[in-house]
């Protein structure tokens, strides 16, 4: 067995930003009073202004990792020994270290993604994340899932590490960040990062009340138009998020990210003016979409007839709008910047034309459905 000791060597010079040399091992590099034999791979030391780090190349065999003393300070100099003294440990169970080879985040993400749409297309054949991977703990813990994709050719795109530490700096701890095409990412943060790790949404589900799941859409919602903003400085083109409420990934991990992509699609058919799509918000929209087309262009005939005022682009932004505000009429006035007798005109009209009165359940319940079906018919 052997370790990766190049791809070790340079994450050291990327963290520590100085060059760092691999030398076999000599006796000339041992500490007064050292042997070959009393060596611990985790103990450094310095001789001759050149600072040594010893580790295990092979089975009997030692080499150290050397670098110029002055480059490391006290605290990285016991961060690299740390880092040391767990390769030790590995090699202490060396056939670990034979079944889990080291992968960069970039090249074992790319792997997790892969194996993560063959699962998501045969949800029959569930399986554990592969234990080379060392996925483990992070799926075991409770993340938010984002999905974000990008429309049309992305030339120019942000890179793995770019997004990676952006999504990093944003979230302020660990972040898992899966590719899953050239234009689709899948990110996991743990919930505590975006709702902290003592709140009150942490309570077991059947103890909840309303204003807490409430509060919880809330966060997940102002995170995510903070999210976008961040991406869009740096991304190419135009490009969607997907949003669902924090869950446990070692569960239904395949399940989640189908709901994401339908999402996504959703939100693209009946929402083209959004571009952050919630998992929670389109429920209405996901059993209307799995309406056969016959059905849905006869449910249209037969509500409208020969009317064609909800077809009109300035009707349905303001019944879009209507709508969003629970069809109150002056919140949805000034919403529009109208005056409040101009959209009673407006829905007086629209009564005229149709025989239906939005400002009641039953009437504005049919227009609704009616604004959903002609989006998801129009555009199939």
Known sequence: MTLNTEWIQQQLQ???????????????????????????????????SKLYFPFRAAVGELAAFMVEA????????????????????????????????????EERMNRFGQWLIQQAANLDNEEEAPDELQLHDSLSACMVPILLHGEGTQEGGIAFPQLHRLLASYFGGEVLLVPLDKQSWLIMAKKELLLGADDERDKDTETKDADFTESLEEVLTAFSLGLYELIANEWVGV?????????????????????????????????????????????????????????????LEQLMKSSVILKDSETVATLDIFFQL???????????????????????????????????????????????????????
Not at 36 to 44: E, G, L, T
Not at 242 to 265: C, D, G, Q, Y
Not at 338 to 347: G, K, P, Q, S
Not at 349 to 375: C, P, S
Request: charged share 25%; net charge positive.
């Open 14 to 48: 990327n963290i520590i930003q100085a060059p760092f040399t691999i030398v076999p091992w000599c006796s000339e590099m041992m500490a007064e009073g050292q042997t070959a034999d009393s060596v611990i791979p985790d103990r450094s030391f310095i001789r001759d």
């Open 70 to 105: 002055r480059h490391l300070t006290d605290r990285e100099r016991q961060l690299v020994e740390a880092l040391l003294g767990n390769m030790e440990q590995v090699w202490q169970n060396g056939a670990q270290l034979s079944m889990n080879p080291i992968y960069s985040e």
């Open 239 to 299: 490009f969607h998020l997907a949003v669902s409420k924090p869950f446990i990934p070692s569960r239904n991990l395949s399940k989640e990210l189908n709901m994401l992509w339908e999402t996504i699609h959703l939100g693209k058919i009946f929402h083209v003016t959004e571009h952050i799509h919630f998992s929670w918000e389109l429920h209405l929209e996901r059993l209307l979409n799995r309406i056969p087309k016959e059905q849905r262009i006869l449910f």
């Open 326 to 380: 629970d069809c109150n009429v002056s919140e949805t006035a000034k919403r529009l910047y109208v005056h409040r007798n101009t959209l009673i005109y407006r829905l007086d009209k629209i009564k005229q034309e149709t025989g239906l009165d939005v400002r009641t359940f039953n009437d504005a319940v049919l227009v609704k459905l009616y604004l959903l079906l002609y989006k998801v018919t129009k555009r199939k």
